[in-house]
């Protein structure tokens, strides 16, 4: 008998879970794996676009190049998810499975922070796209690079955002007429990590960013060009780099599944509440940071347990919360933070000082996923 498996999204983590049920009994499966999309992106490759560094298509991984023993890829978008009878309604068909994975990442609220729809964000394709063509325009003024509200994806990603703005800026001669500041909400850019924590502080330094620690974009006001924090400071700017509010998919909503906005999950399995329904990655609120390498290694820990309860055996593994994450600090360098959320007392992270060689190392990172979910 064939495992009737429906895994719901093809990103980070549904790509690495869908791989390794194929590698591992792919014979005896019959995995759907659906996404509204026809091809994935990186979320690093969104910083690419904006400044210019490579182009949309550049980026782009089709799915229909997946051919995996016992997987079938379908371009559809999920309209209802029954986690009781872990049956699946999408604009095409509808599904029933014997195992539902729910891997469907975070949307984004623009409409939460009144006035960034007329302003820019940069956390998605389209906006990311519209920057690319904005930023050129910036010669003079001041920039805002700005968090809306946490948890947010790629908790370094604002502050790659303000380095490699300050890299544009001085390759176009008008660093100096431009003023940048950075706001998140944390204390420190990269809270677990001390270390890394310290030497993007010391490169905002070196380069005269403005860091604002403790503080969240509350609205924007298009027509005077101010960003309002929200302890009413209100900050001037003629360029707005904006990191949306996160909220799950409605459909997850919707669902049943969600507490508090995202999918509660036990860390031993990355079981929901429901008999054979399992959600992983940024869906879920399991404790670890919104990011690609969370969510593939809670694939991984969900993909054993599957294999174990269907060939009868018993699942030894063990979620971490561990994972490596390339920061970008600009001037063609790229630094590494090796963190662990759960093996110790309290989440740790190792800092690796930003180098050449972890620039290889990064686009090592993407092209092994590339090959692996997609060859
Ligand atoms: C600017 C930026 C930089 C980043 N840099 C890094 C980095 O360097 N390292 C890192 O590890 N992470 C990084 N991330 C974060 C990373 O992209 C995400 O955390 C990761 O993709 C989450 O994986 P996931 O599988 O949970 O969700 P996703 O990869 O977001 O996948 C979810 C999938 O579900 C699909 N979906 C959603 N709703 C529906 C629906 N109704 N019907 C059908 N399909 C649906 C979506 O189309 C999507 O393909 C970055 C993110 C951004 C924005």
């Not at 309209?79 to 999408?90: A, Q």
Request: hydrophobic residues 40%.
């Amino acid at each position: 008998m064939k495992l009737r498996i429906l895994v719901l999204g093809a990103g980070f983590g549904g790509l690495e879970l869908t791989s390794i049920l194929s590698e591992t009994i792919g014979d005896r499966l019959d995995l759907t794996l659906i996404d509204q999309n026809d091809s994935f992106y990186f979320g690093f490759s969104k910083l690419d676009v904006m400044f210019g560094r490579k182009s949309t298509d550049a980026i782009m991984i089709p799915y229909k190049s997946i051919e995996k023993p016992g997987v079938q890829f379908r371009q559809e978008t999920i309209l209802e998810i029954d986690p009781l009878k872990k049956c699946v309604k999408t604009s095409r068909a509808t599904y029933e499975a014997d195992v539902l994975v729910v891997a469907m990442g975070a949307n984004y609220d623009i409409n939460a922070t009144p006035g960034l729809a007329e302003a820019n964000e940069y956390y998605s394709l389209a906006g990311a796209e519209k920057l690319r063509e904005a930023i050129p325009a910036f010669t003079k003024g001041h920039a805002v690079v700005g968090v809306c509200g946490a948890p947010f994806k790629c908790p370094p990603a604002p502050s790659e955002a303000a380095l490699m703005l300050h890299d544009y800026l001085v390759r176009a001669g008008v660093r100096d007429a431009c003023t940048i500041s950075l706001v998140i909400p944390y204390a420190s850019p990269i809270p677990p990590s001390p270390d890394s924590s310290k030497a993007l502080i010391k490169a905002f330094e070196e380069r005269g960013i403005k860091f604002i620690p403790q503080r969240k974009v509350r609205s924007i006001d298009p027509s005077a060009k101010t960003a309002v924090l929200d302890d009413g400071t209100e900050l001037p700017f003629d360029l707005f780099l904006g990191i949306p509010k996160h909220v799950a998919p409605d459909v997850v909503l919707q669902s049943g599944l969600a507490e508090n906005g995202w999918i509660p999950v036990d860390k031993d399995h990355l079981l929901t509440k429901f008999a054979n329904v399992y959600a992983i990655g940024d869906v879920t609120s399991v404790g670890t940071p919104k990011a690609g390498v969370f969510a593939e290694g809670a694939a991984k820990i969900a993909a054993t347990s599957i294999i174990a309860a269907f060939t009868g055996s018993e699942s030894h593994a063990t979620y971490t919360g561990a994972g490596s994450c390339y920061i970008e600090f600009g001037e063609g360098k790229v630094g590494r933070v090796d963190v662990d959320f759960f093996s110790g007392p309290k989440p740790f992270g190792i800092h690796q000082e930003a180098s050449e060689m972890l620039v290889e190392a990064k686009e090592y990172f993407g092209s092994s996923r590339k090959k692996r979910w997609f060859e």
